[in-house]
């Protein structure tokens, strides 16, 4: 006498790898025939809000703009347009290498993707154009303290504008190229995930990488509260950027 019997379950998965729950849901589809028992895993990843392209987590075109593609070299002209300018707006997608540590103290594990190529993928809206020290003294303002921060010399030199200019660069070691970096202050930003050798991680993969990033510190220096973000972007991470009603792609 043969029996047959389907069934259908949803459960969330125990990531034992990460030590954490991977919130990925999978359905589990069991069939039974002959007292023998058969699993099967079907795992469909949540849609994303934005179509992209399927090798990158970085969207191929924007509603309603037109995507212009350009170089670094070309970017860095059209940041020298509104370079030391008013402040300005921007958002953007980028491409850039995490501070990662070897070793997880609070599990106790290696990180095993320490020498492979890890690459952060995030989309960011902020500010360029923006004076630095004028900025700190005024969040410092704003929490009752003088307002007497200076900033520290950096370990670039400006480039176009010397004062509130958004570009910078150092010399490149053991050459005579220059390495340009964009300066920013992110009001917010969001982690779309990784990539492991310039393909995107699976979510088992994400959640180890997690694990293993570097604590983040806060600037001292500022003497507040809220802490008043400065980051610099080599122009080469920058993947997508959107600058006054122009969207433009760097495609090399």
């Known amino acids: 006498m043969y029996f047959f019997g389907y069934t259908s379950l949803y459960i969330y998965n125990r990531n034992p790898v990460a030590g954490r729950v991977n919130n990925s849901l999978k359905k589990f589809q069991t069939s039974i025939r002959n007292n023998d028992l058969l699993l099967y895993i079907a795992y469909k990843p949540l849609k994303p809000k934005n179509k992209m392209a399927t090798k990158t987590l970085i969207p ?19 940041l020298q ?23 997880n103290k609070v599990e106790c594990t ?10 952060k993928v995030s989309h960011s809206v902020g500010m360029i154009n923006f004076n630095y020290t004028n900025a700190v003294n005024n969040q410092r303002e704003r929490e009752g303290l003088e ?48 990539l492991l050798n310039g393909r995107i991680c699976t979510p088992i993969e994400n959640a180890v990488i997690k694990s293993f990033l570097a604590p983040k510190t806060k600037n001292k220096s500022q003497g ?14 920058i993947k997508l950027i959107r600058i006054n009603k122009k969207v433009y792609r760097i495609v090399g």
């Open 81 to 103: 347009e509104v370079d030391g300018k008013s402040c300005t707006f921007i958002s953007m997608f980028s491409q850039t290498k995490p501070d990662m540590v070897l070793k």
């Open 60 to 78: 191929t075109r924007i509603k309603g703009n037109r995507v212009h593609n350009i170089t670094k070299h070309e970017l860095s002209i059209i």
């Open 147 to 194: 307002a007497d921060f200076v900033a520290q010399l950096n370990w670039h030199t400006k480039k176009y504008d010397r004062v509130n200019g958004c570009v910078g660069f150092k010399a490149k070691a053991g050459s005579d190229s220059e390495q340009e970096y964009m300066f920013f202050i992110p009001t917010h930003s969001r982690r779309l995930g990784f």
């Open 110 to 119: 290696i990180n095993p993707y320490w020498k492979e190529n890890i690459e």
């Open 224 to 237: 507040t509260e809220k802490e008043i973000p400065f980051r610099s972007y080599k122009l080469e991470s």
